[in-house]
């Protein structure tokens, strides 16, 4: 895992307001467009221009552990061009609450094809970067994205995504960051 691709967390979660404070490096995030479920974004960070989409969970578990309600910070799951580093379909999602330091076992899942996660914090990336480009393919074609893990407290947690508007972001991003 990069530093450039931890770092990115840290910039997002305050872009989409997981964190009070936002980085000096996230500067000029500006709204390129809505697509149903997705939205695509560009602004720059310290590398220079980046481009993302992003989506909110349509449901989410566990809504309460032992009667109380779990509190989350904004959970996002993204998709990153960074046009400053040459990067493309860097796959990022941000949960909302730390997740297990050792044993988090945390998978993105679409449509029945599961792919393995490394995390940090709050954040987890595909544990493969060579599979990103493919991952973003079965995005495209797919109906149903589910982010499963365990949080820092044990507990277990789901995120389901609807994936309806996701090759328009994509394509809006495209074209930002060419």
């Known amino acids: 895992m990069t530093a450039i691709r931890f770092g990115l967390a840290v910039v997002l979660s305050g872009v989409l307001g997981a964190v009070a404070v936002v980085p000096t490096a996230a500067q000029q995030i500006k709204q390129l467009g809505t697509f149903k479920a997705w939205t695509a974004w560009v602004g720059s ?9 992003s989506a909110e969970p349509e449901d989410w578990s566990p809504k309460e552990v032992k009667g109380a309600p779990v509190k989350r910070s904004p959970i996002h799951f993204l998709v990153i061009n960074r046009k400053g580093l040459g990067t493309k379909n860097e796959v990022q999602t941000l949960v909302g609450y730390p997740f297990h330091p050792t044993n988090a076992n945390v998978t993105a899942t679409i449509d029945g094809r599961t792919y393995q996660m490394v995390t940090e914090g709050e954040a987890a990336w595909l544990a493969v970067e060579a599979d990103e480009a493919t991952f973003v393919e079965a995005l495209k074609a797919g109906t149903k994205l589910v982010v499963k893990g365990t949080s820092q407290k044990g507990n277990n947690m789901s995120d389901t995504y609807n994936l309806s508007g996701v ?4 394509g809006e991003i495209g074209k930002a960051c060419a």
């Open 167 to 170: 090759t328009a972001a994509l």
């Open 45 to 53: 960070d310290a590398n220079g221009p980046m481009c993302y989409i």
